[in-house]
């Protein structure tokens, strides 16, 4: 399947969660097998190449892709969580929101000492998220080897806060 009709199924749904953001709505593809199929090929070459022993989801829609990245290519999966999910110490990460703050955590073995890790979510928006995973991930021990997202909002400059490591974004706009 060519990835511009992948991409066709990305819905955009205006004023959600409020007014003024316009949703990218990944369900349209998610729907469609030979979609989801096609857009996970595509992250998982560009994950490849920057050499991670495992792939870091961030909470909800980062599963969706890291999971299948992380099979393809017969490594380990991370679950970066909202705080209280998970059920093991964790290492946890605060970080700033349009209103107050929030936060993210993540079980504190899962690393090894410098190992290698690619984080992956659905959309790159102001970077705040991936910053905070990152930041997350050295404090475990880890290695940032890069990341990978689906979608990228390049208006929201949110590359900018993830410094040099490599930056993949499947669809931008
Ligand atoms: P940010 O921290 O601003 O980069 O936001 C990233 C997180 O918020 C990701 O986990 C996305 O799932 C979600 N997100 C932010 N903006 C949007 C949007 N316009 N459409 C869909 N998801 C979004």
Redesign the pocket.
Known sequence: MPLHYAESLIRDVPDFPKPG??????APLLQDGQAWITVSDALTRAAVDMGPSKLLG??S??FLFAAPIAYKMGAGVVLVRKPGKLPWKTVTTE?ALEYGTDSIEMHIDALTPGEPVVIV????????????TAKLVEAAGGTVAGFVFL?E?KG?S?RNRLGERPIFSLFSY
Do not use: M
């Not at 953001?21 to 990944?26: C, G, N």
């Not at 959309?123 to 910053?131: H, Q």
């Open positions: 953001i316009v949703f990218k709505d990944i961030v909470e829609r980062g970080y979510d659905d959309v790159l928006a102001t970077g705040g998220t991936a910053e905070a979608i909002l929201l949110g």
